[in-house]
């Protein structure tokens, strides 16, 4: 937090009854799944925000979205797969969910998670 | 935007008559090329200010410069890229155009360019 | 600097005697020594803010530490190496150097070196 501004540590799906889904986009799993994965982990940023300001009612606007995909050298749909995160903040804020937002394909991730996503957002206060 | 601080989304250079420059640095293309494409990604950047804002007169501040270079394992320059990316902030907007930065490689972007940037400055307002 | 926020660029290492380390983590060298590498980039880090505050005094809060590993594809332990950094943060600025943080593993680092770090930091004025 810095005045207004809530920094989100980067934050990766739950894990399911058989553990996180682990794999590379591109080639363990498609733009489409992990895309999912993405919703999944921006939701839990979302999670962090209530764990620390008690509600969302404080989001006044989310600032940054950053998406990084666990991806292969050749896959180039890491708009799609953001999207997935894109809609979730959209779904659950509104206009207050509009973001700017980066998304690249990065080497590995911790765990080998698909996704990993890190938000900045303004917060009254 | 948080107050005066203006988050602008990951920018890529423009697509040519013959569609976007595509490949990876290191192999398809080399630094200098890269850093090229560094230089219209964020010449985008600054235009994405310009229609929020109207003109650049409101940014008194480039806060954060972050190069995101589509690069093979073995490529050590992305400095070099980024300079391609530096050195248009600083002709445009002189002192002001002054940054923090960090330069990358990562394993892939989005369509398969080679270079990808951010911008957070600092707008008056 | 945005008012009280600073922005640090990416921070690698100082090169030893025999200069930098190089390497990528997960072949070259292992999480424990990266994360030695990690503790000295962002040391690094803190010492720009000296340079540009005159103390650590100013720093009020760390608000986001980001973690790029040059990792190989089937690296996952980045949150170990990033705790190389945190430590540090805590270490010299305590309850101040608790942080928002991301830690992703990228394709490739400038120089060939194993991490780079960066900081945003909330400081006084």
Known sequence: MDGGTAYVSGQVAFAGPDGPL???VGSDLDAEKAAGEAGKAVANGLYRLIETFGSLDVVQ???KLTVFVNATAE???QPAVANGASRVL??????RGRHARSAVGVASLPLGVPVEVELVAKVAG
Do not use: A, H
Request: net charge negative; charged share 35%; glycine share 14%.
């Open 75 to 77: 896959f180039t749909e």
């Open 22 to 24: 682990l794999g590379k």
């Open 61 to 63: 606007r989310v600032l």
């Open 90 to 95: 959209i779904d659950v804020l509104g206009d």
